[in-house]
T-cell receptor, first 115, second 114 residues
Framework: DSGVTQTPKHLITATGQRVTLRCSPR?????VYWYQQSLDQGLQFLIQ???????AKGNILERFSAQQFPDLHSELNLSSLELGDSALYFC??????????????FGPGTRLTVL | QQQVKQSPQSLIVQKGGISIINCAYE??????FPWYQQFPGKGPALLIA?????SEKKEGRFTISFNKSAKQFSLHIMDSQPGDSATYFC?????????????FGKGTHLIIQP
């Protein structure tokens, strides 16, 4: 168990809808990362937050947004969902800002299915 | 454009054998090369990582070999065990890249046959 929790575990919704995925980082970790894993695109970095502020951005669509709250939990909001958004969404956390020296611990993921 | 190419896509190795997974990259600015292990239904977990100032790093049965001139790095699993059966991802990072995150290879599905 990595200590990172994600809810819900599974989510089934329809095209055009909006969903929110939630992540609680390990105790003491200030950075939260979001990743998308799909069969065709593989594992892709979406965005990083550190202590409430956005610090790095990857291949995140404009329809997606995230935030990190004062208690350090994070939410990933996905709107105007399309079939191609069906994927596993992982949250990871690390103690600090450094993406190379701070180990990222991944949560169990949320499986999103868009019908 | 794929920033890191991983091969093979799948690999079957006999118990006790050596499993070898390779990755190649183009951008010489990358300076952090981790390997992640993922079991079904779980998130990836950091296995071992290397920086370009060394050519090899060993942790238990897992070794990373790094060839800076060829822009390639590989994971070797010695004495492979059935419990090593998982998907392995290499990744690259430009730690000085400011807004960059880890870029992952497509993954290698490894099966260790008893």
């Amino acid at each position: 168990d990595s200590g990172v929790t994600q809810t819900p575990k599974h989510l089934i919704t329809a095209t055009g809808q909006r969903v929110t995925l939630r992540c609680s980082p390990r105790s003491g970790d200030l950075s939260v990362y979001w990743y998308q894993q799909s069969l065709d695109q593989g594992l892709q970095f979406l965005i990083q937050y550190y202590n409430g502020e956005e610090r790095a951005k990857g291949n995140i669509l404009e329809r997606f947004s995230a935030q990190q709250f004062p208690d350090l939990h994070s939410e990933l909001n996905l709107s105007s969902l399309e079939l191609g958004d069906s994927a596993l969404y992982f949250c990871a956390s690390s103690v600090g800002l450094d993406r190379s020296t701070d180990t990222q611990y991944f949560g169990p993921g949320t499986r999103l299915t868009v019908l | 454009q794929q920033q890191v190419k991983q091969s093979p896509q799948s690999l079957i190795v006999q118990k006790g054998g050596i499993s070898i997974i390779n990755c190649a990259y183009e951008n010489t600015a990358f300076d952090y090369f981790p390997w992640y292990q993922q079991f079904p239904g779980k998130g990836p977990a950091l296995l071992i990582a290397i920086r370009p100032d060394v050519s090899e790093k060993k942790e238990g049965r897992f070794t990373i070999s790094f060839n800076k001139s060829a822009k390639q790095f590989s994971l070797h699993i010695m004495d492979s065990q059935p419990g090593d059966s998982a998907t392995y991802f290499c990744a690259v990072l430009n730690s000085g890249g400011g807004a960059d995150g880890l870029t992952f290879g497509k993954g290698t599905h490894l099966i260790i046959q008893p």
